[in-house]
């Protein structure tokens, strides 16, 4: 079977959350099985929702498929790495950037999946790490399955790169927000100059209320610093509505939302 016309799974893993969907590709791609678990999990703790994942992959609905998974930020961390000063090769940007995580977050990251973005000569890039436990056991959960892996992404990248067209270039804020994490990054002439992450309490719109009022003192002169905000609707409903600063996106506003993203909000109603 070409590659192209193999059927695609999508998986989305997060702390309370598992959400697949199988789709059948051909000239007319269709989604033709999909479900969601709820998981009893932990933000600090992805074994619960690996094991049922684990436990939904032995399914033959989810089984001999390319796969494309989405891990929720939770279980990312992110920074932004400055270009070095001397000419390094590849291995040498890696040490790099693990030594400026390692600023951000300590020795707990020292032995985390790194990768990095690809980021013009001259330019800072980002960094994005996550458990390499959890990686090594994901890849294993997905090959006893006969899928695979063909694009392993954090949350937040999903989402920004589903809204980017629609995002201002300079002096705004981006955020990818659920039901336990909140990550957002401020652009500057069109890249990363910030990330911010943030784990969400029961009482989510303290930290979005914490972020909007950082940017009020970062703001250049008088004039406010957008915040444009991807999150579940229910999410949208609960808080006051768009304003000067906050503009809650609409999905049904963006014709780009990829299969991925979609997924993400599957669920949330």
């Known amino acids: 079977m070409l590659p192209l016309w193999r059927d695609e799974v999508v998986i989305y893993i997060a702390p309370r959350r598992v959400a697949l969907a199988r789709r059948a590709r051909g000239l007319r791609p269709r989604t033709v099985s999909e479900t969601e678990i709820a998981v009893n999990g932990q933000y600090s703790d992805f074994g619960p929702t690996l094991t049922r994942l684990e436990d939904a992959l032995t399914e033959p609905a989810w089984r001999n498929a390319a796969a494309r ?73 997905l090959t006893g399955a006969g899928l695979t892996l063909t694009s392993l992404q954090p949350q937040l990248v999903v989402a920004f790169n589903a809204w980017r067209r629609h995002l201002p270039a300079d002096d705004a804020w981006f955020v990818s927000l659920d039901d336990s994490s909140l990550a957002a990054i401020h652009l ?8 911010h992450t943030a784990r969400v309490c029961e009482d989510w719109t303290v930290e979005l209320d914490r972020l909007q009022a950082f940017g009020r003192l970062q703001a250049r002169g008088n004039n406010p610093v ?8 229910w999410m949208r409903h609960v808080h006051s509505q768009s304003t000067q600063t906050v503009l809650w996106l609409d999905p049904g506003s963006n014709t780009q939302i990829p299969h991925e993203l979609a997924l993400l909000r599957r669920g949330y109603g």
Do not use: K
């Open 69 to 141: 998974v989405i891990v929720a930020d939770s279980w990312v961390r992110y920074s932004i790495v400055p270009w070095p000063t001397e000419r390094l090769p590849a291995d040498g940007r890696m040490s790099y950037a693990r030594f400026v995580m390692g600023e951000s977050y300590g020795d707990c990251v020292s032995d985390w999946h790194l990768s990095l973005s690809d980021t013009p000569p001259g330019q800072a890039y980002v960094a994005c790490a996550m458990p390499l436990p959890l990686r090594t056991r994901l890849q294993d959960a």
């Open 188 to 195: 500057s002439n069109g890249e990363w100059d910030r990330v």
């Open 226 to 233: 957008p915040m444009l905000v991807d999150a579940p609707s």
